[in-house]
């Protein structure tokens, strides 16, 4: 059966920060796509909104610029993309003072759905989110979008949803973590919850352990003072780690609403259990002889702040106790490659001669390069010569199940933003949970700097210092392989 698209109404989507990276490089390439796709209803328009002095029409210059750097093939689709540009408007603004707001109001109509993309820095969501109700231009319907980072500790991330909070409920607060918006994310959940065969070996009686690698080769180049305040946990794991973690360990939702979804991540988050030190290994990049050192990168010769974060954590509850969840993410390592891997245990009792402790069923869902997901079972070796046991994976990648219509596996953001646009918050974070994500990592880092853990530095290139290796081979497993 295939189940209905949810139409798109007619909106009005305000993106500030229009000129901005994100913006140029994701949201409007997306948004092109999508309006390719037939998803833009006639009347419904795109407004940037920064300081930078433009008319409409360098803006739509500046966004057709953008689309042809950043958009793919779809950009050689000029009828398409004239008409797509021809709905974009710009407006001069300053989210802290007061130019081009009524020309903003002007523009805004209130009897479509509104939404009002704040892709700029969080220190200008309390000034975006004042004026636009001073000027009275966003409305009880409205929707806001806000981006990462969102905070960087409990204490900021509270002060950040009361201030949203002051002018918007939380039903209209959109808290972007682009993994969510991944095809292969809610897969998984298709895949836990849509079919018999994995809720029932999905806890301690046949999961031996859970493995969650996002690792990248980019070092932080040049947004090294940037990042140097932060580092891989508040980077990576707060947000989008937490988030994987969360989807893998959550109680089925009795359905596939917002809430519901967000009532069982966040009873996760609260499960998790404080993280020894011993099973925290954090690291910095070396140099090679190409290219710089993290320390280098962030311009600071003594930064501890780590570029590589790998832990074990336990999730005290009866589904999962006794499964370690092992997390690991960095910059500048041997491959760009994300991926949860569900190993479950081994046979209690083999009838065949080969080794059987050499073969696994592991469920590997593949976030990047390659969305998918493969099941690795056993089977016999086709062929003469007695019963020997080999592991082939059994292969749903998209591309292959699918076939032509895997071609339409829609990219995170243009996902999420048509999610705004029909008012499904259910792959968005809610305020309570990024909270509770802060309130359990924000004692982790104040342990290591109190304790003024030096990373340990790992070769460019690697998996990430040889002490990441040891966490798990003290337990006598191993990490999968980081490949392409
Ligand atoms: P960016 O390239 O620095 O763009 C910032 C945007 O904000 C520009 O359009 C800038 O335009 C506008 N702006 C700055 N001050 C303003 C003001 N007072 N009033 C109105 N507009 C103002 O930053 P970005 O990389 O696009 O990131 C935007 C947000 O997304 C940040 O919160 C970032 O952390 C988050 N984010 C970005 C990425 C990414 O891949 N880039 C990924 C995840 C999250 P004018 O200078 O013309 O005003």
Not at 276 to 296: F, K, L, M, W
Request: net charge negative.
């Amino acid at each position: 059966m295939v189940s209905r698209v949810i139409p798109v109404e007619t909106f009005d989507l305000v993106i500030f920060g229009g000129t901005g990276d994100l913006a140029r490089r994701k949201i409007l390439p997306g948004l092109f796509r999508r309006f390719r796709a037939g998803q833009m209803p006639a009347q419904s328009r795109i407004i940037g909104a920064a300081r930078s002095e433009l008319d409409t029409a360098g803006y739509r210059q500046m966004i057709a610029d953008a689309v042809a750097e950043f958009g793919g093939d779809e950009s050689n689709d000029k009828k398409s993309l004239q008409d797509f540009l021809d709905r974009l408007d710009y407006v001069t603004i300053d989210a802290k003072g007061e130019g081009g707001w009524a020309t903003l109001a002007g523009l805004v109509r209130q009897d479509v759905v509104q939404a009002f993309y704040f892709s700029v820095a969080p220190s200008l969501f309390g000034d975006l989110a004042e004026r636009l109700h001073t000027h009275k231009i966003a409305n009880a319907k409205s929707r806001i979008v806000v981006e990462k980072p969102f905070g960087r500790d409990l204490e900021t991330a509270r002060a950040l949803n009361q201030t949203l909070a002051t002018h918007f409920h939380e039903s209209q607060i959109y808290r972007i973590d682009h993994y969510l918006g991944k095809e292969t994310v809610q897969n998984l959940m298709a895949v836990r919850f849509g079919n018999v065969l994995f809720e029932p070996l999905w806890n301690n009686h046949y999961v031996d352990h859970i493995q969650i690698t996002v690792a990248e080769t980019v070092g932080v180049g040049g947004r090294g003072a940037y990042y140097d305040k932060s580092g891989a946990m508040r980077d990576m794991v707060q947000n989008h780690l937490m988030q994987l973690l969360c989807l893998i360990a959550m109680e089925p939702p009795s359905q596939f609403g917002a809430d519901e979804v967000r009532d069982e991540k966040l009873k996760v988050i609260r499960a998790l259990e404080p993280v020894e030190p011993h099973h925290i290994v954090r690291g910095q990049y070396d140099a090679t002889t190409d290219e710089p050192s993290y320390r280098n990168d962030a311009e600071n010769p003594r930064s501890f702040t780590e570029s590589f974060i790998a832990m074990k954590c336990h999730i005290a509850n009866w589904r999962w106790a006794g499964v370690p969840f092992y997390l690991r993410t960095g910059k500048r390592m041997k491959a760009r490659s994300s991926e949860i891997a569900v190993v479950f245990k081994d046979l209690g009792h083999s009838i065949f001669d080969d080794d059987q402790a050499r073969h696994r069923n592991i469920l590997s869902i593949r976030l990047q390069p390659n969305e998918g997901m493969d099941l690795q079972v056993t089977i016999k070796e086709p062929g003469p010569g007695g019963m020997r046991l080999i592991d082939v994976p059994l292969d749903m990648t998209f591309a292959e199940a699918l076939g032509d219509d895997a071609e339409d596996v829609t990219d995170a953001y243009e996902r999420l933003i048509m999610d705004v646009i029909r008012g499904n918050q259910t792959l968005f974070m809610r305020g309570d949970e990024v909270e509770a994500a802060w309130g359990w990592t924000d004692p982790l880092i104040v342990g290591w700097e109190a304790r003024n853990d030096v990373p340990k530095l790992y070769d460019a290139g690697s998996a990430g210092p040889e002490d990441a290796m040891m966490l798990l081979h003290r337990d006598n497993r191993k990490w999968r392989d980081i490949k392409v």
